[in-house]
């Protein structure tokens, strides 16, 4: 049974968001580019660590709070065309006049291969 800490969770996830920011400002997360034309996404061969955050203030049928997201995300070259890509969601949901809950997504472990490579 998960015990009540709002203030101590609130915290930590405003830092992880934090963290998660400040290791972006140095290199924008080309996953997250939005343009028209080809895809920005590194190549298989690049390894990189990173954080991905998110936040959103909800009310649904009455029911309102906010849910938490921060994604560790480890990119591995396996070879010079197949790479892996963990990923590690940690959650929380805030209910108003109910206490914080936290929790681990699913974990991902992908299969990324090279088929063409134009450059």
Same mark, same amino acid.
Do not use: I, K, P
């Given at each position: 049974?998960? @015990?009540s800490h709002p203030r101590t969770t609130r915290t930590l996830v405003a830092w992880a968001i934090l963290a998660g920011?400040?290791?972006g400002a140095q290199r924008t997360a080309r996953a997250q580019?939005?343009?028209m034309g080809p895809s920005r996404e590194p190549l298989v061969i690049t390894p990189r660590a990173g954080i991905?955050?998110?936040w959103t203030r909800f009310d649904?049928?009455?029911n309102r709070g906010d849910f938490y997201d921060v994604t560790a @995300?480890?990119?591995v070259r396996a070879s010079h065309i197949v790479g892996l890509r963990m990923l590690l969601p940690v959650y929380a949901l805030d209910l108003d006049?109910?206490?914080t809950r936290v929790g681990l997504g699913d974990a991902e472990?992908?299969?990324r291969v090279l088929v063409l490579d134009d450059h």
């Open positions: 049974m998960a @015990r920011c400040l290791a580019e939005m343009s991905e955050t998110g649904l049928n009455g @995300r480890l990119d006049g109910s206490s472990l992908r299969l």
